[in-house]
Structure formats: structure tokens, C-alpha cells
């Protein structure tokens, strides 16, 4: 679980610095304005996206936005809860980089990932819209 944390906010990371180092991404579907995490419990419970942001709708649609790469999370680990719920982007556009957590537009998202094996075993990662990530 600790492992699996620790990647999870790494990835996060990357695609902040993705974003700032304007990264490019060959992309049939436009121009990359930013790059973001996506997460969606339901359809995926044990992974997450690393997507360029290809319309500047600062959230992952998948149908115009491209996937750099589907991150799974460690074996055992799984997706308990996130805020807002049950999908959410986090996305970083250049320059600063601003973020933007979608749906809506909350001060902060959470992941909270648990043990499939032990649901009461959780860590939870906090984004705020200044960028900040925290573990718990």
C-alpha cells in the first residue's frame, strides 16, 4: 500500500512536470495544452491515466484526449474512493502550471487507495488546486 501511494503521487508529479516542461507528445487529436491524472473507480478500480489534455477541456475525454500511459496500480491495491466521485482529473497547463480538478472545480481531490484483501487499510493522497500533494 505504502509503495503503492508513493507511485500514485509520483505520477502525479510527472504530469505537473510534463505540463511545465510543455512536453511534447505526438498526438493525432490537436494541439497538447496540458498534461493530467485520470482516475475512474468504476470502469477502473486498479488503474489510473497519464493523459494529454488535447482540447484544453482540463478533464480526460476519451475521445479527443490521448492516453501517454495506463498506470496499474500495485497487485492487491485498488481504488477505494476518490473526491469528487466515482471519476476524477487533475490537469496542469503551462506556463505556472495552473491545475484544475474535475468534476466541478473543489479546492482538493482525494484518492484513497485500500487493500483489496483489508478495505479498513487505506492511504489517502490529497492534490490541492495550488498543486501541493500530500500522503496520509
Known sequence: ?????????????????????????????GTIRGYG????????????????DCNNSKQYESSVD????????EPGVAISSLNPDPTLSIVFVPPEPS?????????????ILALENDPAATRTITVTRRGIIEIE
Not at 490521448?66 to 496500480?73: G, K
Not at 491545475?99 to 484518492?111: D, H, L, M
Open 99 to 111: 491545475v484544475t480538478i474535475k468534476p466541478g472545480n473543489p479546492s482538493q481531490a482525494q484518492i
Open 66 to 73: 490521448s492516453i501517454v500511459e495506463t498506470i496499474a496500480l
Open 37 to 52: 491524472v485520470y482516475w475512474d473507480r468504476t470502469a477502473m478500480p486498479d488503474s489510473y491515466l497519464l493523459f494529454a
Open 1 to 29: 500500500l505504502e509503495r503503492a501511494v508513493h507511485k500514485v503521487s509520483q505520477d502525479i508529479t510527472r504530469a505537473r512536470e510534463l505540463a511545465l516542461r510543455a512536453q511534447f507528445f505526438q498526438s493525432e487529436q
